[in-house]
């Protein structure tokens, strides 16, 4: 069995997900690499041959029942997990969005983070872990048209204060850490959607979206990837029930003039 210390990371496959696990290999972590996407799985084990990659629908608790017992069968422990699943969801004011797109929304987002943690914490108590919940700066503000995303992203901070209490006395730490917007596709997939709604450029709900924070930029993934090796290194062992952003200072999240 392998000393490294054994981090799950969900949607870990692409985008701010392998950024984490990239990280996290850099600085000497064994990987379990979680996604819905073959595809992307099979270029993230490519680009980190160490790392186990899993196929799973993180929203389905069956299939994360046969995760866990994977891992535990591979590994018989986790120090550390790193639950970062979510979708952008709708975009629409709140009589605009269906019900199935709201279900689905905090089924990925929100239900996937109960399921894959109650299955770790036996593992997670064994080895004194950390969890770590990617929440959002939607998670800090409210945001219009955003409705079940930003529930979403609050729920899971409301989760992490709590999980914190329930489990401090386990040694096990949990933190939420807060991205701004995060340089890639998927905000660039937000900004093409409200550009359309509201019948005007990509460029200037860009430059609205940025102007939202005090440094005037969107995140890079690194940065994010950073504050999470930090929260699961022993570097952070007296942090734990925290909602950490890494937003250059989020300003408002309330959207542009109608």
Known sequence: MSAKPLALITAGAAGLGFAIAKTFSNHGHQLLIVDSDPAALDQAQSLLPEANVYCCDLAD???????????????????????????????GELDDISVSDWDRTLAVNLSSAFYTTRLALPLIKAARGSIINISSTAGLFGCPNRSPYVASKWALIGLTKSWAMEYGKYGIRVNAICPGSVEGP???QVIELDAARRGVTTDHVRAAYEAQTSLNTFVAAEDVANMALFLAGHEARFISGQALAVDGNTETLGGLPE
């Open 186 to 188: 998927r905000i660039n």
């Open 61 to 91: 608790s069956e299939a994360v029942s046969k995760l866990f017992a994977t891992l535990t069968d591979l590994y018989q422990r986790l120090d550390c997990l790193v639950n970062n699943v979510g979708i952008a969801g709708p975009n």
